[in-house]
């Protein structure tokens, strides 16, 4: 899909199109998948073909950019039976590297993290500085091997938005190609690159990879499974917006309510201030949002909204007002973008919600296992902070070691329940298809893409 002519002055004003409904499609490609064969989530050969045609040939994020804040700083990234690490060098530039000496293939880097000023293999005594140069050899005077043909395995990372991305293929494309000019272009004035992480979890789950994505990208369960979101996010088909963007997808449902009977003014407002439980920044919001909700209220304390005024309106000017007011620059965004999530999916295994000042990911990677009905997901939450509340708002990664010792806010909760129960139905045989609706659009999108995948087609 090409960009149109005429370039809105704020790029998610695209989103904003009545054109891009789910009735108004202006691109339904074609494969969508709506039945899902259930061996993909189940099938130790499918792993397997995921493995080698997925996985060591795509863009995966492997930690945020300031979780390697000075030279020396290192992090480690498993994939399958692969290790790689990310390490910042000297020249403030990240580098990726295969986790394993050139000597005799011991593991460079045994823990997660660490800050190192070189990297010495504990085997032998080789050393690498933080450009994956080899720096010595023990007793090279002997050895017989020319240090500058032993350069630890480099492999290409990038960063975008703040987040690192590495690429297990060394003739990977270049990210932002891999990504695509509209991806870039409508995330940019989110300014995540400045967003301070508040929320990192990792844990071991008892499904596949694939259960995690599916289940972020459809707001269908919303009142199966979340139903005290129903009061302030109702993601009524008629109101979502899709975007399909080469591998990836955006989609948006309005944080909105039917109007009328079902939530009046009060159930509105009230459902606002339950926010807070889901989305961490919109505690900052509230004081305004108040503010401007006594304007509506009368005498007797009755609230009432003049025509075309909604509780998600107020928010839009309260988180506007809110992250102006502390210095942040939100000037690129719409107003519909202050309040609604949008959800992307940039292939193969991240999913964001963002919005004004905040974003969730959700990003599952296989066991390293290799076992299909396990994953580990990685949940976190990034906010737009001045520096003095980011400095205090900053957290570290948690790895929950003991399943289940971990309590998720409310909503990442249910789903964390739900998507283990659903990995055990599928695995029985005689279900061969899962039954995909016409809501669950970019569900059957990312399947098409999973299949073009699978057939080995490279992006
Ligand atoms: S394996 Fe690393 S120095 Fe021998
Ligand atoms: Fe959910």
């Given at each position: 899909m090409t960009i149109e002519a005429t370039r809105p002055t704020r790029p998610g004003e695209w989103l904003d199109d009545t054109r891009i409904g789910l009735s108004g499609l202006r691109s339904d490609p074609a494969g969508l998948r709506w039945k899902i064969p259930t061996e993909r989530y189940t099938s130790p050969q499918i792993a397997v073909q995921e493995r080698e045609l997925i996985w060591k040939t795509t863009w995966q994020v492997v930690g945020r950019a300031d979780e390697l804040a000075k030279a020396g700083d290192w992090k480690t990234y498993q994939l399958f039976d692969q290790s790689f690490i990310v390490v910042r060098g000297r020249d403030d530039m990240i580098r990726g590297f295969v986790n394993a000496c050139r000597h005799r293939g011991n593991l460079l880097c045994a823990q997660r993290s660490g800050t190192s000023r070189q990297f010495l293999c504990q085997y032998h005594l080789w050393s690498y500085d933080l450009e994956g140069n080899c720096r010595g050899i023990l007793r090279e005077g002997h050895s017989g091997v020319d240090k500058s043909d032993v350069p630890l395995l480099s492999v290409p990372v990038e960063t975008f938005g703040g987040f690192i991305f590495l690429n297990p293929d060394p003739d990977a494309t270049p990210l932002a190609e891999y990504l695509g000019p509209e991806v870039v272009e409508l995330l940019r004035p989110y300014q995540m690159e400045r967003f301070v992480t508040v929320m990192d979890v990792e844990e071991a789950l008892e499904c596949n990879w694939k259960v995690v994505m599916d289940a972020f990208q459809e707001g269908y369960h919303v009142w199966g499974v979340h139903p005290q979101l129903l009061n302030v996010i109702y993601p009524d088909p008629e109101k979502g917006r899709y975007w399909f963007l080469g591998d990836h997808s955006v989609a948006t449902t309005p944080f909105d309510v039917p109007r009328g009977e079902q939530f009046g003014p009060e159930e509105q407002v009230a459902g606002i201030r339950k926010l807070p439980e889901t989305f961490p920044a919109v505690p900052l919001m509230l004081p305004r949002f108040e503010e401007l909700v006594a304007e509506y209220r009368g005498d007797d304390g009755t609230l009432v909204f003049p025509e075309g005024l909604t509780a998600r309106t107020l928010l839009q000017q309260a988180t506007r007002d809110t992250l102006t007011g502390m210095g942040l620059d939100v000037s690129g965004l719409t107003d519909n973008q202050m309040t609604d999530n949008q959800g992307w999916v940039l292939f193969p295994n991240f999913f964001m919600t963002i919005r004004a000042g905040e974003c969730h990911i959700t990003m599952p990677t296989p066991h390293p296992s290799g076992d299909p009905n396990k994953c580990v997901w990685h949940v976190a939450s990034y906010m737009y902070l001045p520096d003095d509340l980011a400095e205090s708002a900053k957290v570290d990664p948690t790895v929950v070691e003991?399943?289940?010792?971990h309590t998720y806010f409310e909503a990442l909760q249910q789903d964390y329940e739900q998507m283990q129960r659903q990995q055990a139905g599928l695995r029985n045989s005689r279900l061969e298809h899962e039954t995909i609706t016409r809501e669950e659009l970019v569900v059957a999108n990312f399947h098409r893409v999973l299949d073009r995948y699978l057939a080995g087609a490279r992006s």
């Amino acid at each position: 899909m090409t960009i149109e002519a005429t370039r809105p002055t704020r790029p998610g004003e695209w989103l904003d199109d009545t054109r891009i409904g789910l009735s108004g499609l202006r691109s339904d490609p074609a494969g969508l998948r709506w039945k899902i064969p259930t061996e993909r989530y189940t099938s130790p050969q499918i792993a397997v073909q995921e493995r080698e045609l997925i996985w060591k040939t795509t863009w995966q994020v492997v930690g945020r950019a300031d979780e390697l804040a000075k030279a020396g700083d290192w992090k480690t990234y498993q994939l399958f039976d692969q290790s790689f690490i990310v390490v910042r060098g000297r020249d403030d530039m990240i580098r990726g590297f295969v986790n394993a000496c050139r000597h005799r293939g011991n593991l460079l880097c045994a823990q997660r993290s660490g800050t190192s000023r070189q990297f010495l293999c504990q085997y032998h005594l080789w050393s690498y500085d933080l450009e994956g140069n080899c720096r010595g050899i023990l007793r090279e005077g002997h050895s017989g091997v020319d240090k500058s043909d032993v350069p630890l395995l480099s492999v290409p990372v990038e960063t975008f938005g703040g987040f690192i991305f590495l690429n297990p293929d060394p003739d990977a494309t270049p990210l932002a190609e891999y990504l695509g000019p509209e991806v870039v272009e409508l995330l940019r004035p989110y300014q995540m690159e400045r967003f301070v992480t508040v929320m990192d979890v990792e844990e071991a789950l008892e499904c596949n990879w694939k259960v995690v994505m599916d289940a972020f990208q459809e707001g269908y369960h919303v009142w199966g499974v979340h139903p005290q979101l129903l009061n302030v996010i109702y993601p009524d088909p008629e109101k979502g917006r899709y975007w399909f963007l080469g591998d990836h997808s955006v989609a948006t449902t309005p944080f909105d309510v039917p109007r009328g009977e079902q939530f009046g003014p009060e159930e509105q407002v009230a459902g606002i201030r339950k926010l807070p439980e889901t989305f961490p920044a919109v505690p900052l919001m509230l004081p305004r949002f108040e503010e401007l909700v006594a304007e509506y209220r009368g005498d007797d304390g009755t609230l009432v909204f003049p025509e075309g005024l909604t509780a998600r309106t107020l928010l839009q000017q309260a988180t506007r007002d809110t992250l102006t007011g502390m210095g942040l620059d939100v000037s690129g965004l719409t107003d519909n973008q202050m309040t609604d999530n949008q959800g992307w999916v940039l292939f193969p295994n991240f999913f964001m919600t963002i919005r004004a000042g905040e974003c969730h990911i959700t990003m599952p990677t296989p066991h390293p296992s290799g076992d299909p009905n396990k994953c580990v997901w990685h949940v976190a939450s990034y906010m737009y902070l001045p520096d003095d509340l980011a400095e205090s708002a900053k957290v570290d990664p948690t790895v929950v070691e003991e399943p289940g010792s971990h309590t998720y806010f409310e909503a990442l909760q249910q789903d964390y329940e739900q998507m283990q129960r659903q990995q055990a139905g599928l695995r029985n045989s005689r279900l061969e298809h899962e039954t995909i609706t016409r809501e669950e659009l970019v569900v059957a999108n990312f399947h098409r893409v999973l299949d073009r995948y699978l057939a080995g087609a490279r992006s």
